[in-house]
């Protein structure tokens, strides 16, 4: 089945480190999101791409940058990760709307640790 | 930009009573609005959604219903199940793009 996958599963890294979550899709989907999940506080958007060349900021993209290196591939790094982005982090695709909005689609999730 | 508030935070119901749970946005323009269910451990899924077009939509035990005048929209489940335990978000398009704001996310708990 088309499926949207993350790696790693979990990460347990220290402060200051360069970290890298990695995000490829079967979908065949244009669009690419990246999340960040905290307890009480939802689903918060990071960084969004709508094609291999459109990158944009979410809500939350200081501290994180972001690649998208072929359509089915999307990652996401913490170039000097800090204990506050300790968190559970979820990548997204979706069709293009061509006007109509459109569900997104997870992946299983990276949890990180930052100590 | 567009706030998506969800009451409540957690429910607690017996296994076959019905669940609602409630979301409220800012943005007039926002006209598409899916519900997700994550299960503990695991991604969040779609389980319903609704477009501003319609104002309820049903898909077995589980319906959504919309008031656009009002800026709100709801889940409910109905003969709810102990698998139906979980923790839901609701989401709203921002404007007519394809973002979303989700809201909290509301842990329900099914006692059997």
């Known amino acids: 089945d088309a499926d949207v996958t993350q790696t790693p599963r979990n990460r347990i890294t220290k402060t200051g480190k360069r970290i890298m979550l990695e995000c490829s899709q079967t979908?065949?989907?244009?669009?690419m999101y990246w999340y960040r999940q905290d307890p009480g506080l939802g689903l918060r958007l990071i960084y969004y791409?709508?094609?291999?060349?459109?990158?944009n900021k979410g809500e939350i993209s200081d501290g994180y940058s972001v690649s998208r290196q072929a359509q089915a591939k999307f990652s996401l790094s913490l170039e000097s990760a800090i204990p506050n982005q300790t968190a559970l982090y979820f990548c997204?695709?979706?069709?293009?709307?061509?006007?109509?909005?459109?569900?997104?689609?997870f992946g299983d999730g990276t949890r990180l640790s930052i100590l | 930009g567009e706030n998506v508030e969800q009451h409540p935070s957690t429910l607690s119901v017996q296994e076959g009573d019905s669940a609602v749970i409630k979301c409220t946005y800012s943005?007039?323009?926002?006209?598409?609005f899916p519900w997700y269910k994550q299960e503990l451990g695991k991604r969040p899924q779609l389980i319903i959604d609704?477009?501003?077009?319609?104002g309820e939509k049903k898909d077995q035990r589980i319906a959504v219903t919309l008031n656009k005048t009002a800026k709100h929209f709801s889940l409910h489940i109905t003969e709810t199940q102990p698998e139906d335990s979980a923790v839901y978000f609701c989401?709203?398009?921002?404007?007519?793009?394809?973002?979303?704001?989700f809201g909290p996310g509301t842990r329900l708990s099914v006692l059997p």
């Open positions: 997204a695709t979706s069709e293009t709307g061509r006007g109509v909005n459109q569900p997104q689609h």
């Open positions: 979908k065949g989907h244009d669009r």
């Open positions: 791409s709508f094609d291999v060349k459109d990158i």
């Open positions: 943005d007039s323009a926002s006209n598409y």
């Open positions: 609704i477009r501003s077009n319609v």
């Open positions: 989401a709203a398009s921002i404007g007519y793009g394809q973002n979303f704001v």
